[in-house]
């Protein structure tokens, strides 16, 4: 019989981290969920500490600093988890042999300018300090030599936390009608997806021999302002407008990527996945709860 793991999941109040603790019901592993209150994974010896007393062998980074518009003022803070955590994370669990895997973005290609799906090889080109960041990440993990999968997502929602779907459901609420940018081309992401292809990827022992970076978000593609329209229809909001808008009618100090959606062929021939449709998936998200 095979010998259960012990995985060690960072970040584990976040809509991914929820997630994959439901997903991880029933798993033969062990799954030990952890917050900063109870692991600072900005500090090296509370890391390694916590790897070898627990015997950690594989480690999910869902931590991260999501807050794209505050990243701007607060980049330091933002650099020490998106950037230098998951290098740490990486070296610890590298000592013991064991593998990470760690959720990167699409916002490491803010300033791509192409209208073509994103591989995981282009170039990237962050326009913004959460973009910086979260490269940085990738990069420490890469210069650590750890058993890693990246895998960059992009417009995640799920059924808990405050996310893109709750937000526009709420001001349809109300507001007989919001205004949503259709200039901002990409695809959502179920966070329960992404969680069981995680789950999968353990459950399968399919992190080593397949390191690297991969891209993961649901198939198909929309503008926001598409992804909005279809959660008002799909919970009957009857007589509430979503109406098309252009971004420069949202000032932001971020470049938000105008195309970011992320070629996941990789991904698919690597571990023989299908990954379902955006919208079949928003209706699943939605249905659940009503």
Not at 238 to 244: M, N, Q, R, S, T
Not at 271 to 285: A, E, T, V
């Amino acid at each position: 019989m095979e010998k259960p793991l012990n995985i060690l999941v960072t970040g584990s109040n976040g809509q991914l981290g929820r997630s994959i603790r439901k997903e991880a019901e029933g798993s033969k592993d062990n799954y030990i969920f952890t917050e900063v209150q109870e692991l600072d994974i900005t500090d090296p010896q509370a890391v390694k500490s916590f790897v070898n007393d627990n015997k950690i062998d594989v480690i999910v980074n869902c931590a991260a600093y999501t807050n794209v518009d505050a990243a701007e003022d607060h980049e330091d803070i933002a650099m020490k988890i998106n950037g230098d955590a998951p290098g740490i994370l990486a070296r610890a669990i590298k000592e013991r042999d064991g593998s990470l895997v760690h959720v990167s973005t699409d916002y490491v290609f803010g300033g791509s300018g192409k209208n073509e799906p994103l591989k995981e090889d282009q170039s990237p080109s962050p326009t913004g300090a959460y973009g910086r960041t979260k490269l940085r990440g990738e990069e420490e993990i890469e210069k650590s030599g750890a058993s890693a999968v990246t895998l960059r997502t992009a417009w995640l929602y799920s059924d808990y936390g405050n996310n893109f779907v709750e937000k526009i459901l709420s001001l349809l609420q109300n507001r007989d009608s919001i205004k949503v940018v259709f200039d901002q081309c990409g695809t959502p992401t179920y966070a329960t997806d992404l969680a069981k292809a995680i789950v999968d990827m353990i459950s399968e022992r399919k992190i080593k021999g397949n390191e690297g970076i991969y891209h993961f978000s649901n198939e198909g593609v929309c503008s926001w302002y598409d992804f909005a329209h279809a959660a008002a229809n799909i919970a009957g909001l009857k007589g509430k407008e979503v109406l098309p808008c252009h971004s420069s009618e949202f000032p932001s100090k971020v470049i938000r990527p105008p195309y970011s959606v992320l070629d996941k062929t990789k991904y698919k021939e690597t571990f023989g996945k299908k990954i379902p449709h955006w919208h079949d998936s928003l209706y699943q998200c939605l249905n659940s709860k009503l």
